[in-house]
Nanobody, 138 residues
């Protein structure tokens, strides 16, 4: 049972990237799932992970943090058991390690609640991808 994140890299401001998160060992559309990010150098500080985009477990609706709304799009391909984060108009402040996460214990949690969980997400949710670094720089 795992999530495998990929797709990060170096991109210029205004550019685009697509991140992927492939699930194995379970069916991801049964549960809420989302993308979180941490500024570089803070990987070991679970408090710093920001929930930026999530899909609800019960209704499949989406949530976006204000910092990425209108620029990022989350999508899910059930046939490939994979979610994606399409990132457009990237800014230097988007530079971070991006993680995907899910939790099979809360299948009915909405997208907003999943992204904005009180406390430390890394200590709460049970399955995390390994992280992929996105660097936005000229």
């Amino acid at each position: 049972v795992q999530l495998q994140a990929s797709g990060g890299g170096l991109v210029q401001p205004g550019g685009s990237l697509r991140l992927s998160c492939a699930a194995s060992g379970f069916t991801l559309d049964d549960y809420p799932i989302g993308w979180f990010r941490q500024a570089p150098g803070k990987e070991r500080e679970g408090l710093s992970r920001e929930g930026i985009s999530c899909i609800g477990g019960s209704d499949g609706l989406t949530y976006y943090a204000g910092s990425v709304k209108g620029r990022f799009t989350i999508s899910r391909d059930n046939a490939k058991n994979t979610i994606y984060l399409h990132m457009n108009n990237l800014k230097p402040e988007d530079t971070a390690v991006y993680y995907c996460a899910t939790d099979r214990r809360v299948p009915l949690m909405t997208a907003g609640d999943f992204c904005r969980v009180p406390g430390t997400p890394v200590n709460i949710y049970d399955i995390w991808g390994q992280g992929t670094l996105v660097t936005v720089s000229s």
